[in-house]
């Protein structure tokens, strides 16, 4: 029933309704830094992200993303912060639409072996130098109304 709706919206507006993942905003409680990491296909600098999960709420599946890609163990933000949109390519050569919706994760400890440890990068970043770095403009918007780092006194 959904599928056939999804397909009759689809018609009526003349493109897919957008597929939803969810994404793990990494922050730095302390220092305020955002953590990002490389895409595994292009090492574009990416927030951990992935599709909703069955038996767990949408912001526990960006926890679990996290973990996969980033080694983060933290505190997510039930309440998302944000959504974007951009177009996840696809291996038969062309591109769907995704909404992702971003949750606040607060790290508490990055683990060095983690599931995706000799796939990625990853690097903390002040929110502006964060923006600059990500493609999708939803997400650059969203790192944007992040305050900014706190200094530390010399």
């Known amino acids: 029933m959904i599928v056939a709706f999804r397909e009759k919206l689809a018609r009526l507006i003349g493109r897919r309704p957008p597929d939803m993942q969810v994404a793990a905003l990494c922050l730095n409680g302390t220092t305020g830094e955002v953590l990002l990491v490389t895409s595994r296909g292009t090492g574009r600098w ?5 599709w909703p999960m069955a038996g767990r709420t949408l912001a526990d599946a960006a926890r679990q993303e996290a973990w996969e890609e980033a080694g983060v ?17 696809q291996d038969r050569g ?7 919706r971003v949750f606040p994760l607060y790290v508490d400890e990055l683990k060095q072996n983690f599931p ?12 502006e ?22 200094q530390h006194p010399a």
């Open 94 to 100: 062309f591109a769907i639409p995704v909404e992702v």
């Open 46 to 50: 990416i927030v951990p992200k992935g």
């Open 116 to 127: 995706e440890a000799h796939e990625r990068i990853r690097r903390w970043f002040a929110p």
């Open 129 to 150: 130098d964060a923006a600059r770095l990500v493609a999708e403009t939803g997400l650059k918007q969203i790192l944007h109304r992040l305050p900014a780092p706190r």
């Open 73 to 89: 163990k933290g505190r997510v933000g039930e309440a998302e912060i944000g959504r974007y949109h951009y177009d996840k390519d």
